[in-house]
């Protein structure tokens, strides 16, 4: 490696850097507990393990202890010295060592058999690695966790201990790691959305299947509510369409072949003789059926159909994340059908609507957007469509992206199997990235499905299609959401806008009066009359991030006035209820970030 790529934003550096790590953490771990059986110590993507068999119990209390010896090792400035041995030399070597002995076993005849040896310790090994221990500053590093884990991963072999470490080249950057780690915990839908009561999952019932709460449902009805009329606004057409349908819809629309394994099917694939449903994973081939039900002509075009829509994909149980990765989640779809002429103006038409959502969410800032493209070394049973097609597509997307001047990357092998797409992507807090709005366009399905339009030359023509959703799925961006405002979501989406606080029984049938009235205006409003004290009332709705707390106490029924709080602490003091009626009606009707 060059002097000048050895820098942590070198990818490279980092890994030998925390593979390094790894060697002196086992060195450690052997000069306290000389028995250790040594398994496999990588580098991952945030810094490194060691798979260990200790005798006695390792706990948390334990890795401060190690950490202490790793800093000794980093100070001692070991050189890391490669050799290599032939497999009897290294079985020999490595003779205490049952795991390592597998090891070797498994290294192909030929494969040279390595070491490094750094002071007292020698371990198999490929390397690479830094020089010395030194070069590995101990202030830096920390061990962060210990846990089981199978060795090779197999449930049937030995638990192991894995002990997890990261570290940087100084001390700031392991605290600021640190730091970003706490906040992106305490941030975490998956987490919070718990908590807070927006979602569950249960066992018995499956994993990606969440049962969304109360408070989750209705910021979902709220959005959906909102996307359904811009879109009808834009012109959109409405449908509802089933969600299954026979295999042989799947069979004309390429899932059948393309996408079997993501699908429900309900009934044997293989059986031919007897009806066979798959839920939908997609709604084109549906709302394909809308424009089918009559002829259509250029003046009918373009067309744009949307359905909020419940979708099913048959995702790996190990892809499943909270709301960001289910098995059945709800979309807000849609497909316009178009004549080619008209594709630049309706393709911004539906990145203009994507941005307005996503920018009014309060999204937008952190979103980026990824043109994805086919593999053209790899185009067989992947990708429907010829190359020439392929080419088409794809470099009309590219010059309506650089007309509308989108700054993207490019993804190859990224496409959906019917053409290019543009992808608006987004970061969970622990930084795994999904895409939250697509926008494809497609010149194949129009034909497999028979859509035609009859031109103004009176010629039968096949139109093109763009699938476009406007918020994506509402399970994730609620997600995003939560993540994003850690829990206090903008006033207009908050599932509980105000809560009335009474400081008295002797007040209570007024407070009922107020929310009786903030309920009337479409306020979403709930009431705490319980007999605790209002500090601890107040310090409830705080922490479930309510925005509004109105608080009613005898002066305030006196004066019939209200007094107002707001969930951040900031006290806005009494006013009468017609003030504080047009305060919170003008944050959620201008949908305010706040
Ligand atoms: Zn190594
Ligand atoms: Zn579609």
Same mark, same amino acid.
């Not at 638990?159 to 706490?182: C, H, N, Q, S, W």
């Not at 499943?320 to 059908?337: A, D, N």
């Given at each position: ?175 600021? !790691? ?63 369409? +089933?969600?299954?349908?026979? #295999? ?64 099913? #994909? ?14 059945? !989640? ?48 790899? +185009? ?45 992507? !987004? ?21 497999? !499905? ?145």
């Amino acid at each position: 490696m060059e002097e000048a790529e050895k820098t942590f934003e070198n990818e490279q550096y980092r890994k030998t850097y925390w593979h390094t790590c790894s060697h002196i953490l086992a060195q450690a771990l052997k000069r306290l507990y000389p028995d250790v059986k040594l398994a496999i110590g990588p580098s991952i993507d945030e810094g490194f393990y060691y798979d260990v068999d200790l005798s006695g119990s390792f706990t948390q209390e334990n890795l401060k202890e190690v950490e202490k010896e790793m800093r000794k090792i980093c100070k001692e400035n070991n050189q890391l010295e490669r050799f290599a041995l032939s497999r009897e030399e290294a079985k020999e070597l490595m003779a205490d060592q049952p795991y390592k002995l597998e090891l070797i076993e498994g290294i192909p005849e030929g494969d040279e058999i390595s070491f490094y040896r750094q002071g007292d310790f020698t371990d198999l090994c490929a390397g690479p690695h830094l020089e010395t221990t030194k070069q590995v500053n101990g202030s830096g590093l920390k061990l962060t966790s210990c846990t089981g884990a199978y060795w090779r991963g197999d449930e049937h072999n030995k638990m192991l201990t894995r002990i997890y470490g990261v570290a940087f080249p100084t001390k700031d950057e392991l605290d600021a !790691f640190i730091a970003a780690k706490e906040e992106a915990k305490r941030r975490d839908h998956n987490k919070i959305g718990r908590e807070l009561e927006y979602f569950t999952t249960v066992d018995y019932i499956g994993q990606g299947l969440p049962i969304i709460l109360p408070k989750g449902a209705r910021v979902i009805q709220t959005l959906q509510r909102w996307v359904e009329d811009l879109e009808q606004r834009r012109g959109y057409l409405l449908t509802k369409t +089933p969600f299954m349908a026979k #295999r042989e819809l799947y069979k004309i629309s390429g899932h059948w072949d393309h996408y079997l394994n993501g699908m429900f099917v309900l009934g044997d694939p293989d059986d031919e003789k007897s009806e066979c449903f798959a839920l939908r994973p997609m709604t084109c081939p549906f709302q394909y059926q809308v424009y089918l039900n009559r002829e259509r002509s250029y003046r009918d075009l373009p067309m744009r159909f949307n359905e909020t829509s419940t979708l099913f #994909r048959n995702e790996d149980s190990g892809e499943m994340h909270g709301l960001i990765r289910v098995r059945q !989640f709800t979309i807000s779809e849609g497909h316009l059908v178009i004549r080619p002429d008209q594709l630049e103006q309706e393709f911004k038409g539906c990145l203009d609507l994507a941005k307005h959502i996503l920018d009014t969410v309060g999204l937008l800032d952190r979103c980026t957007f990824r043109f994805s493209q086919w593999d053209p070394a790899n +185009p067989n049973n992947k990708y429907e469509g010829t190359p020439e097609q392929w080419e088409a597509a794809q470099s009309s997307m590219a010059k309506i992206l650089d007309d509308l001047g989108v700054d993207y990357t490019v993804g190859i092998d990224e496409a959906a199997f019917y053409g290019p797409k543009l992808d608006i992507q !987004f970061r969970n807090v622990y930084g795994k990235e999904d895409t939250i709005v697509t926008i494809q366009i497609d010149m194949l399905l129009a034909e497999r !499905f028979g859509m035609v339009y009859t031109g103004d030359d009176g010629e039968k023509k096949t139109p093109y299609i763009i699938h476009r959703t406007s918020l994506g799925c509402y399970e994730r961006t609620l997600a995003y959401l939560l993540e994003t405002y850690a829990g206090a979501l903008p006033t207009w989406l908050a599932p509980e806008q105000v809560r009335v606080l009474s400081i008295k029984d002797s007040v209570v049938d007024y407070a009922q009066g107020v929310v009786d009235k903030l309920g009337a205006m479409g306020i979403r409003v709930e009431s705490d009359f319980s007999s605790n004290t209002l500090g601890y009332k107040i310090r409830n709705g705080q922490k479930e991030k309510v925005p509004y707390m109105v608080i009613i106490g005898e002066k305030d029924m006196e004066n019939n006035t209200i007094s107002i709080r707001y969930r951040n602490g900031e006290d806005l003091g009494a006013m009468s209820f017609e003030e504080f009626a047009s305060l919170v009606k003008g944050v959620v009707d201008s949908k305010e970030k706040k």
